[in-house]
């Protein structure tokens, strides 16, 4: 983690995508992916006492390779840990001459939860076990 003069600007997301990452190439080639992650956070109490819950949606953008790899691996619905940075575009609207802004999560590491596809989920747990004994205590 990087800080700048006693600052921190780091963002953990743990969730699920809303729809199908959108990949796009500016002039330079380099690809970029953007897509939503739906979080939830405890919100207020039902009539009856009992806790809700409310959805965030957050928009992810990627650079480069990992652009590509969330492009070709993840879809709607893929449940994703997403580690960046807080930033917030401004621009001026051509249009309406009004003034704009957006707030997004520029990543830097994407961890993809879901199962390789076309893998069993047993032969995943097996392979991530390596050859560690099945009877042996796991200390943790």
């Not at 963002?11 to 380099?30: C, K, N, Q, Y």
């Not at 492009?71 to 994703?80: A, F, Q, W």
Request: a negative charge.
């Amino acid at each position: 983690m990087t800080q700048v003069k006693g600052t921190i600007n780091r963002v953990e997301l743990l969730g699920w995508l809303g729809a199908d990452p959108e990949m796009r190439f500016i002039s330079t080639g380099v690809a970029v992916c953007r897509f939503r992650v739906a979080t939830k956070r405890f919100g207020g109490q039902d009539a009856e006492g009992r806790r809700e819950y409310e959805t965030d949606w957050t928009t992810v953008e990627v650079w480069d390779r990992l652009a590509e790899l969330c492009n070709s691996y993840l879809h709607k619905g893929s449940r994703v840990r997403v580690s960046g940075a807080l930033r917030t575009d401004t621009w001026t609207d051509k249009a309406t001459n009004q003034p704009r802004s957006r707030t997004y999560v520029r990543a830097d590491d994407v961890l993809f939860l879901d199962n390789r596809p076309g893998v069993p989920a047993e032969a995943v747990a097996v392979a991530e076990a390596g050859d560690a004994p099945a009877d042996e205590d796991v200390p943790f």
